[in-house]
């Protein structure tokens, strides 16, 4: 057997930085980004050399950490899913002026199809406006090898080099061959003469900004490698990037025709525009496969006198995941016959809260005060997390998720438009990814806000993470300005739950801003035993040793 | 199963079942057998209940795409009788279908359980297990999965010992009485005198 072991897409670009010898990595989890992390976080517990793996209350933290990192001359790797870039989008952005010192590779997760996500943006549009380098891989391997390229371009170039993947490839599990690993070795802290390029005051930045405007040609000669164009035979060609060139491939070795054809394979951003041009001039047609946004479509489109078949002109849909299908359906080949599909209507099993789940029992508190107080039909901002679920018939509960935090702002907003009761329902953990400057803000406006914080102790969706706000959450809503008074901790358990109504009824009566805390271990982690150890450490913290009965004499 | 064409194989289930460990299970032991093979699979809200489904493909020559076109499917193994009919249209002419009579009625809607199973026997290649008396008289609650995968790997190229291999190695941290279980449902699985049905 080969030497070979199987990983995802996303492991094997934890496993390439690991091995590219980081001193550090952080990200915040998303889906399909999270197992990134959680594997390079592995590895690095087993051998820690000084090594860190941190998860970071947002995006944006977790960018700056790795960017510290770079500061002081080490490799890094920072994770996020595709809308976390939003969150990160400053920093990034800025990172392209004062480059980098050791590399620094931003692991993307985009979500086509939105298997998991709000949006399906496409992250090689925000590398391009960052200036910045874009690796898309199109197979296991390629995450693995296009990781440990990232990072030498990242220290040649000195610039944040972006790894960008899609739900399918990060969520691919296929044999992966390794390298020997690197230590982590650093290049030591930036020269003195170097400091001011980190100084964003405007007098550097416009110099910063020529400078990264000034490296796009050499950017684009050293990713060059990375770009193939294959002349082939005959006026109609191809132009595939990422799952499209995987997919592409795919269907090339069971039609050897399609082998045949000129094609131009895009694994880098920017691309060399004479190589689109030279590819231009061989096709009078070019169909372009790739994931998310027509990038590369457009690009082509606006270079040259072929015709550019694509998602613009609907040879393939315009939203939603890229599929094989579409490929032989865009090509004129036929599909296969199957097996009939089923007649019987098969309707939707949609997720659901798993039995036990505190969540319910806060929704229903929630529920029966809103009645209680002759406001069945009042309103409810809801978040990002697995309480979203919410949202869904019967329940009904929430009726607004927009992105991470947006739940308190919004309803501070509605509140100041005259809504009543102006409610929010945000997790612990996506309270403090976002909620605490909300938070803040709500406490300082004074208006009629009841903001309920389902605390189940961990980032309950993406695989029970440990939450940053963990044991923290009343401190940190009383040191946002929330009177004592207006504080609530419920416990959301059915026995309870006359009291819970009860409480979120003084809550929501309440003229001002209050928060109610339901907390309860989520049930998966419980049941893994995901804090058990924690929970006995904070115990004995709690109970010094002359208090435990074994030293009572 | 002829050389370098693409086979594809379907797994489907509902979140909790263990389709993803199952689906882990066969790309190992294919990539033992010394297949190329790739795993696609879909997470985040799938073990809260939901439809669940992950697709392995396998090849003598390298492969680039981890997901099979409708009606290119050689195997469909579900744990769940609803959830295998979603799929059916996955499957080649020729390809079989391995799946549990026993539903996961945690949603609105489920059909008569009659339509179910007859919508099922109408497929050909079709294989009906009645998991629960398996899992009843093996007394072992989690039979199901590992016996639908023994008799799904009559229609796969890999071998008894490397089946051995790779269960005992997902399994052993568990113990070994956990791991002789699981090999004991797998076997019990692959030997189920089985009418095909739908013929």
Not at chain 1, 279 to 308: M, N, Q
Request: one cysteine or more; charged letters at 20%; a negative charge.
């Amino acid at each position: 057997m080969d030497q070979s072991t199987l990983a995802l897409g996303v492991e094997a670009v934890g496993c390439a930085a690991f091995d590219a010898g980081i001193k550090g990595a952080f990200g915040y989890p998303g889906t399909p980004s999270t197992e990134g992390f959680e594997f390079v976080e592995a590895l690095i517990h087993a051998n820690p050399e000084g090594r860190v793996a941190q998860w970071a209350a947002n995006e944006k933290v977790a960018y700056d950490l790795a960017l510290g990192v770079s500061y002081a001359g080490h490799r890094t790797l920072v994770t996020m899913k595709h809308v976390g870039l939003n969150v990160a989008m400053d920093a990034y952005t800025n990172s392209a002026l004062t480059g980098v010192r050791g590399g620094l590779v931003l692991l993307v997760a985009d979500d086509p199809g939105m298997h998991s996500s709000q949006n399906e943006q496409d992250s090689r549009r925000l590398a391009e406006f960052a200036w910045l380098p874009c690796l898309e891989p199109s197979t296991v391997q390629e995450c693995y090898d296009y990781t440990w390229r990232a990072f030498e371009l990242s220290e040649s170039l000195q610039v944040p080099v972006m790894v960008r993947l899609v739900t399918r490839l990060a969520h691919c599990r296929a044999a992966l061959f390794r390298r020997e690993p690197l230590a982590p070795t650093g290049l030591g802290v930036a020269p003195k003469a170097t400091v001011q390029d980190w100084v964003l005051i405007p007098a550097n930045a416009r110099r910063r900004y020529v400078d990264l405007l000034a490296k796009q040609p050499r950017m684009i000669q050293d990713l060059s490698p990375l770009n193939r164009l294959q002349p082939g035979a005959g006026r109609r060609g191809v132009a595939v990037s990422g799952m499209g060139r995987a997919y592409f491939d795919q269907l090339a070795q069971e039609h050897p025709a399609l082998a045949a054809l000129p094609r131009l394979e895009v694994a880098a951003y920017p691309v060399d525009p004479q190589l689109e041009t030279a590819f231009l001039a061989l096709v009078d047609d070019v169909f372009v496969f790739e994931e998310d946004y027509p990038v590369l479509e457009e690009r082509l489109g606006l270079r040259g006198t072929a015709k550019v078949h694509g998602r613009l002109d609907g040879s393939v849909p315009r939203t939603g995941e890229l599929t094989p299908r579409q490929l032989k359906t865009a090509l004129g080949l036929t599909a296969a016959e199957g097996k009939d599909a089923i007649t019987l209507d098969l309707p939707i099993r949609a997720p659901r809260f798993c039995d036990g789940c505190g969540h319910v029992d806060a929704y229903e508190a929630m529920q029966e005060a809103l009645v209680n107080l002759g406001v069945p039909d009042a309103r409810v901002f809801g978040d990002i997390g697995c309480y979203t679920l919410a949202a869904q018939e019967p329940m009904g509960a929430i009726h607004a998720v927009v992105e991470m935090g947006a739940s308190i702002s919004m309803a501070v907003g509605a509140a100041m438009a005259g809504q009543t009761p102006s409610v929010a329902v945000i997790g612990d953990s996506t309270f403090g990814h976002s909620g605490l400057p909300a938070l803040l803000t709500a406490a300082d406006s004074g208006v009629n806000v009841t903001i309920m914080i389902l605390d189940n102790r961990v980032v309950g969706m993406t695989g029970q993470q440990p939450s940053q706000a963990l044991d923290q959450v009343e401190r940190m809503v009383l040191g946002m300005g929330i009177p004592e008074a207006q504080l609530q901790v419920l416990t959301p358990l059915p026995k309870q739950h006359d009291a819970n109504v009860k409480a979120m009824e003084a809550a929501l009566q309440h003229p001002g801003p209050s928060v109610v805390v339901f907390r309860r271990e989520c049930i998966q982690s419980l049941r893994r035993g995901v804090l058990k150890e924690h929970d006995r450490d904070e115990k004995a913290r709690l109970e010094p040793a002359c208090c435990t009965p074994e030293a009572r004499p | 199963m002829s050389e370098a064409r693409i086979h594809g194989i379907v797994l489907s289930g509902v979140g909790g079942q263990g389709v993803l460990s199952l689906a882990q299970i066969v790309l190992e032991a294919l990539r033992r057998t010394g297949l190329h093979a790739l795993q696609s699979e879909i997470h985040g809200m799938s073990q809260r209940g939901g439809s669940v489904h992950a697709q392995v493909c396998f090849s003598e020559a390298p492969l680039s795409s981890p997901i099979i076109d409708e009606a290119c499917a050689d195997l469909l193994i579900s744990l769940e009788p609803l959830e295998a009919l979603r799929y059916v249209a996955m499957l080649r002419m020729d390809g079989h279908l391995v799946v549990s009579e026993e539903p996961q009625i945690n949603m609105e809607g489920y059909p008569p359980l009659d339509d179910v199973y007859a919508a099922l026997k109408a497929v050909r290649g079709a294989h009906l297990v009645d998991t629960e008396d398996l899992a009843r008289r093996l007394n072992h609650r989690q039979a199901g999965g590992m016996a639908l995968l023994g008799m799904a790997s009559r229609y796969l190229p890999v071998s008894d010992d490397v089946w051995r291999q790779v269960i005992t190695q997902r399994f052993e941290s568990k113990g070994v009485r956990v791991t002789e279980k699981n090999i004991e449902a797998f076997e019990a699985g692959r030997g189920l005198v089985q009418e095909t049905v739908g013929a």
